[in-house]
């Protein structure tokens, strides 16, 4: 689906990243993905796919112009007037990441009802968008600390001082 140098190429970038967590496993479809960049030519299929049937999450079967295919969404490319041929609009990798129940993954952008992800093993890959949701913040758990010489956060010469709670830390 996309590749990290296209973060300023891609419109749909999120800006921020966040912190997400899997709710179900995904294993990856393609052990050798098409990648194209910007200004590439692909060849485009009929096959057409509405992701999760929505109709705004259109992905096109393409093919690169060494003759390798995959699903590249519509977005990224710019048709010809012949509507089977185009460019693509920017970088992308249709690289897909496999990840299991209470993953944490950091979200970078999104594309037609997916999300690319990078583990904290440091791979990156697309994640279907209704396999993960964003980590709940734990709000800030302060506990109070006896006596100046405390190791944790304080304001020793007010003779208060905190340490988070290990929840907090995780």
């Known amino acids: 689906m996309s590749n990290e140098s296209?973060?300023?190429?891609?419109?749909?970038?999120?800006?921020?990243?966040?912190?997400?967590?899997?709710?179900?496993?995904?294993q990856a479809l393609y052990p050798d993905p098409l990648s194209v960049m910007a200004g590439e030519p692909l060849e485009i299929s009929e096959r057409v796919e509405y992701w999760n049937e929505n109709p705004d999450w259109i992905w096109l079967w393409c093919t690169d112009q060494r003759g390798k295919s995959g699903w590249v969404p519509k977005?990224?490319?710019?048709?010809?007037?012949?509507?089977?041929?185009?460019?693509?609009?920017?970088?992308?990798?249709?690289?897909?990441?496999?990840?299991?129940?209470?993953?944490?993954?950091?979200?970078?952008?999104?594309?037609?009802?997916?999300?690319?992800?990078?583990?904290?093993?440091?791979?990156?890959?697309?994640?279907?968008?209704?396999?993960i949701t964003i980590r709940a913040r734990r709000p800030l758990a302060f506990q109070p600390c006896g006596g100046m010489a405390s190791p944790y956060l304080g304001l020793g010469l007010l003779g208060l001082h905190f340490r988070f709670s290990p929840a907090v830390l995780e």
């Open 75 to 131: 977005d990224a490319i710019d048709f010809h007037a012949s509507s089977t041929t185009g460019i693509a609009r920017y970088d992308y990798a249709a690289t897909e990441l496999t990840v299991a129940v209470g993953d944490e993954l950091v979200v970078e952008r999104e594309e037609s009802g997916w999300l690319w992800c990078t583990n904290r093993q440091g791979k990156s890959g697309w994640v279907p968008a209704d396999h």
């Open 6 to 26: 296209e973060a300023g190429a891609n419109p749909k970038t999120t800006g921020q990243s966040r912190m997400y967590q899997v709710i179900a496993d995904y």
